[in-house]
């Protein structure tokens, strides 16, 4: 089976602070990708990765950036975090063929205060 | 612009009858299909997936039916059971999108016993 962990489950900061997430999995995928999910918008796609050191925006970076400096990890960075940064945080792998299922952790709730 | 849309955001079901979730696409590039299911608290789960070359493909009480004329998908759960309360995501891509996979809206899936 895929696992795909995020380090925390829940994480609580202050406006202002360097935020770091980090998602490891265990299936040696090529692409990685981190996902923003809040009520009524679905699963946005704010950052992924296809190779080691590659990565590419996706539909909403700002705010955001990312390291991928080991296939197996790939971290999201909060530069300055704000408070609509508040929300969960998901992280996903996939082999490079796009037919394959991305596959999940379980998920960061981030609140930012 | 949607590229993928989920019209219903919450749909009821009897304990035991068919629940029928529904997903509309508008890029004509989208070659592969996917559902999703998620708990609260949790990261999407893989269910089931269509290549656009077929038009239905099934997984015990799972068949999802790809219509590519009309654009439209759909997830067919027979019998509904209470344990599939949970929200469920269409997600599409095109061949070459790295992977990259656009995520309907969600759709809320209660089932009573």
């Known amino acids: 089976d895929v696992k795909v962990t995020q380090s925390s489950r829940y994480l609580v900061k202050r406006t202002g602070e360097k935020v770091f997430l980090e998602c490891v999995q265990d299936m040696d995928h090529e692409n990685m990708f981190w996902y923003r999910q809040d009520p009524g918008l679905g699963l946005r796609l704010i950052y992924f990765s296809y190779d080691v050191k590659m990565k590419e925006k996706g539909d909403i970076p700002e705010g955001y950036s990312v390291s991928r400096e080991k296939k197996e990890r790939f971290s999201l960075i909060l530069e300055s975090a704000s408070t609509n940064q508040t929300s969960m945080y998901l992280c996903a792998s996939s082999p490079w063929r796009n037919d394959q299922p991305q596959h999940f952790g379980d998920g960061t709730r981030l609140s930012i205060l | 612009d949607q590229q993928v849309k989920q019209n219903s955001p919450s749909l009821s079901v009897q304990e035991g009858r068919i629940s029928i979730l529904n997903c509309d696409y508008t890029?004509?590039?989208?070659?592969?299909f996917l559902w999703y299911k998620k708990y609260p608290a949790e990261g999407p789960t893989f269910l089931i997936s269509?290549?656009?070359?077929?038009d239905k493909n099934e997984d015990g009480r799972f068949t999802v039916f790809l219509n590519k004329s009309a654009k439209h998908l759909s997830l067919h759960i027979v019998p509904s059971q209470p344990g599939d309360s949970a929200v469920y995501f269409c997600a599409a891509s095109a061949g070459g999108s790295q992977g990259n996979l656009i995520f309907g809206k969600g759709t809320k899936l209660s089932v009573k016993p």
């Open positions: 269509i290549s656009s070359i077929k």
């Open positions: 890029n004509s590039m989208f070659d592969y």
